[in-house]
C-alpha cells in the first residue's frame, strides 16, 4: 500500500481496511462520520482514498488509545472541518482528565497510607463517638450513610447505628479523601472496592494496575499526539 500511495496511487476501501486491521464498512462509516476526510468518487461512483486518508486513519486509531474513542472523533471532525483549535482544546481537556487522574490516585494512596488499623474487638462505635473522633456532625456521617459510602448494621434492640471495624475504616477513608476535595460520586467507586476486597491491603494490586493504565494511557496520547501532528503537516 506504501508504494502505491508514494507513487500517487489511490486507495480502495477495501486496502485502505485491510492495511489498517478494519473491514470496508468502517472505513465508509469513519468517513460518513468525519472521522477521515470526504474520499474522491470514481466516474462509476466508487471511493478512492489517497495518503492524506491513511494519514487520518492512523491519527484517528493513535488518539483512540489515549483519549477514548469518543474524544478521537471530536478531535478528526474539528481536524477535517479545519477547526484545529477546537481539536487542539479537546486534547487539552483529555490532559487535564489524564492529570486529574493521577492526583485522584495520589489522594487515595495517601488515603490508604494513613489509615490506622482497627482491632475488631474495639471497632464497634456508635455514631455520635465516631463523629466527635473524626471532628464531624453526627448528621455528616449520616449523610455519608445515605450515599452508600458507610454502611453500619443496626441494634436490633435500639436501633442505634453500631459502627464495626471496617465501618470505621470506611468512615476514616471517607473523611481523608473528603478533606482532600474529592466528592462523593468520586469516592464511593474506591469504598465498594476496598469492601469487595475485604480490606485495605489487598487493593495494592489494584493500585499497580491504576499506576500502570496511567503511564500506558499517558504513552498513548504521545503517540497519537504524533500522528495528529503528521497528518496535520500533511
Known amino acids: 500500500m506504501e508504494r502505491n500511495l508514494q507513487d500517487g496511487g489511490r486507495l480502495r476501501p477495501v486496502d485502505l481496511g485491510r492495511a489498517n486491521g478494519l473491514s470496508t464498512q468502517a472505513i ?14 470514481t466516474p462509476h461512483g466508487y471511493r478512492t ?4 486518508h ?3 486513519l492512523r491519527a484517528f486509531l493513535a488518539l483512540v488509545s489515549g483519549h477514548g474513542h469518543q474524544t478521537a472523533t471530536a478531535i478528526m471532525q474539528a481536524v477535517n472541518r479545519d477547526a484545529t483549535g477546537d481539536a487542539l482544546r479537546l486534547i487539552d481537556e483529555s490532559h487535564a482528565q489524564l492529570l ?5 490516585l495520589q489522594a487515595v494512596e495517601a ?3 494513613d489509615l490506622v488499623p482497627v482491632p475488631p474487638e474495639r471497632g464497634d462505635t456508635f455514631v455520635g463517638p465516631l463523629a ?17 459510602l458507610v ?11 453500631v459502627y464495626r471495624a471496617a465501618d470505621v475504616r470506611d468512615a476514616l477513608l471517607v473523611h481523608q479523601l473528603r478533606r482532600g476535595g474529592y466528592r462523593s460520586a468520586q469516592i464511593a467507586p474506591l469504598i465498594a472496592q476496598v469492601r469487595s476486597a475485604g480490606g485495605v491491603a489487598p487493593l495494592e494490586s489494584m493500585l499497580r494496575d491504576w499506576h500502570a493504565r496511567l503511564a500506558s494511557r499517558s504513552r498513548a ?9 503528521a497528518y496535520l503537516g500533511g
Open 28 to 41: 465508509r462509516n469513519y468517513e460518513a462520520a468525519g472521522i477521515l476526510p470526504a474520499a474522491a468518487r
Open 49 to 52: 482514498y489517497t495518503r492524506r
Open 54 to 56: 491513511a494519514q487520518a
Open 100 to 104: 486529574e487522574d493521577r492526583r485522584t
Open 111 to 113: 488515603a490508604l497510607g
Open 132 to 148: 466527635r473522633r473524626l471532628g464531624l456532625r453526627a448528621a455528616t456521617l449520616r449523610k455519608w450513610e445515605r450515599a452508600g
Open 151 to 161: 454502611q453500619p448494621r443496626r441494634d436490633q434492640q435500639t436501633g442505634y447505628r
Open 221 to 229: 496520547m504521545l503517540t497519537g499526539a504524533a500522528a495528529l501532528d
